[in-house]
């Protein structure tokens, strides 16, 4: 009678949880081991979107807590009516290397399959009511990545990567800009991290990235393609200082170069940099100089992204600086190495000075903590 009793307390005490399996979910907060990946627990503010931590529009926008294989791995808002997400957030933590061999994945909650709560291969054959199916992506004549927002390049260990291949977390994106510059600046922005933003010797920092749809640009007909894409992160330095950073670009081809708007001490000009690069590389040519506008400061994204949700952008708290310091106070990314793309695996390996790769150029601010 006993162990009866006892079977029944336990129960009632689960069915008293919270929803700690839930997977699409009213509010991020419904779910504590979802609001880690935000710092301080705090979501970004997108007017007309998510405010305050609520979502607008529950039947267009769901916030996800990306569960796979029994543990979240992050968080993404979904934009059921453009087929794709809003934004991804995940903690950087490390990295690893290689590339899983992973099959693209669906939500299955929203669809209402079967009330599954983990992540799900995609079937093929299927077109979904929803979110973007495989077969949107499959032989299209647009040359549209998978682009992930959560990169597989910023995870700590093999699942985690695998967790990433949902299309969830996908939006089509140029294959030039996704496997050039916007490659290379998530190694780059993965290499800062991991030199710089250590808290008591753990690897820690705070990232969002986000798209923003296009009006009527469409992959399939179904899919939204977005205008923009950009990443925005926060931690506390190696120096116990608050430094943040942004980047954007638009997702295009890109085969002009195009002017920097800002030079420093040493750096040469793009027409410079391009004939140097190109006689350096064993591609005879083709190297693109990256654009200015892959690298700002908080405030610089929130100006650009005021512009299309309204006044009231913010994406971290407060202790996060928004603006820009002078170059000569930031933290170096390494030496002389810099950071390149090998894109089918998912990592990112150092080549010298003499490589034909460029790295971004970081505009991130700091603050002194008091």
């Known amino acids: 009678m006993m162990g009866v009793l006892n079977h029944l307390s336990t129960l009632l005490l689960l069915s008293l949880l919270p929803p700690a399996l839930s ?43 990306q569960l796979f294989n029994n543990i979240y791995r992050f968080a993404t808002l979904y934009d059921t009516t453009n087929r794709i997400p809003v934004f991804s957030a995940y903690t950087f933590t490390g990295n690893t290397s290689g590339r899983p061999s992973q099959s693209w994945m669906i939500e299955p909650q929203l669809e209402d399959i079967n009330n599954q709560r983990d992540m799900k291969v995609d079937n093929k054959a299927v077109t979904h009511n929803f979110q973007a199916a495989d077969a949107d992506y499959d032989k299209n004549k647009m040359k549209m990545d998978r682009g992930h927002l959560f990169p597989c390049s910023h995870v700590p260990d093999d699942e985690t990567m695998r967790s990433t291949f949902t299309l969830t977390n996908a939006v089509p994106q140029d294959s030039s800009f996704n496997r050039g510059r916007w490659c290379k600046m998530e190694c780059n922005v993965r290499k800062y991290i991991v030199e710089n933003c250590k808290n008591n010797n753990k690897i820690e920092a705070y990232v969002v ?20 894409m950009w990443t925005a992160y926060c931690c506390k330095n190696n120096l116990g200082q608050w430094v943040a950073g942004a980047h954007w670009g638009e997702n295009k081809k890109i085969n002009t170069i195009q002017p920097v708007k800002r030079k420093y001490p040493g750096q040469t000009s793009n027409t410079g940099m391009h004939d140097m690069l190109n006689k350096s590389g064993d591609d005879g040519g083709g190297v693109q100089v990256i654009p200015d506008q892959t690298s700002n400061s908080l405030v ?71």
């Open 23 to 65: 997977h699409v979910v009213d509010k991020f907060s419904d779910v504590p081991r979802c609001q880690k990946f935000f710092l301080e627990g705090t979501t970004p503010n997108l007017p007309g979107i998510l405010v305050g931590g609520k979502v607008q529009d529950q039947n267009r926008y769901k916030p996800i807590c």
């Open 209 to 228: 990235t986000g798209a923003v749809p296009n009006i009527t640009n469409k992959l399939n007909n179904r899919v939204n393609i977005p205008d923009i």
């Open 300 to 370: 610089g994204l929130y100006d650009k992204l005021n512009k299309r949700y309204g006044d009231g952008v913010q994406l971290f708290p407060d202790q996060c600086p928004k603006g820009d310091i002078p170059r000569a106070l930031l933290l170096k990314v390494g030496g002389d190495e810099q950071d390149h793309c090998e894109y089918d695996d998912c990592v990112c390996s150092s080549v010298g000075v003499k490589g034909y790769y460029l790295p971004v150029v970081f505009v991130s601010v700091l603050v002194m903590m008091m």
